[in-house]
Nanobody, 122 residues
Framework: QVQLVESGGGLVQAGGSLRLSCAAS????????MGWFRQAPGNKREFVSV????????DYAASVKGRFTISRDNAKNMVYLQMNNLKPEDTALYFC???????????????WGQGTQVTVSS
């Protein structure tokens, strides 16, 4: 069992930055690929980024590539999403999630946090 708690969301102006954090409990953290997803009002939840269990490889949605960076600290059971050059279309509830495989497919993720809100004003 893994419990995930996101933090770091907030209100920021377009062009600004935020760093999201995801704290994981449980002793199996290094077994999981960790992903970030987001859901805007009225939209389906969408993939943002994923990082492999040891952190050697990452993948990003095209809409955030070059602006967002995912990282993890396995010693602290933490995952981060550094978001730069934020745009109003990045406004959403951001979730971290754990999967046994590094994938963009939401259905493969077995543990989810409750989300942290990011709002980008124009």
């Amino acid at each position: 069992q893994v419990q995930l708690v996101e933090s770091g969301g907030g209100l920021v102006q377009a062009g600004g930055s935020l760093r999201l954090s995801c704290a994981a409990s449980g002793d199996m953290f290094t077994s999981f690929a960790m992903g970030w997803f987001r859901q805007a009002p009225g939209n389906k939840r969408e993939f943002v980024s994923v990082i492999t269990p040891i952190g050697y490889s990452a993948d990003y949605a095209a809409s955030v590539k070059g602006r967002f960076t995912i990282s993890r600290d396995n010693a602290k059971n933490m995952v981060y999403l550094q978001m730069n050059n934020l745009k109003p279309e990045d406004t959403a509830l951001y979730f971290c999630a754990a999967s046994s495989v590094p994938t963009s497919e939401e259905g493969n993720y077995v543990y989810w946090g409750q989300g942290t809100q990011v709002t980008v004003s124009s």
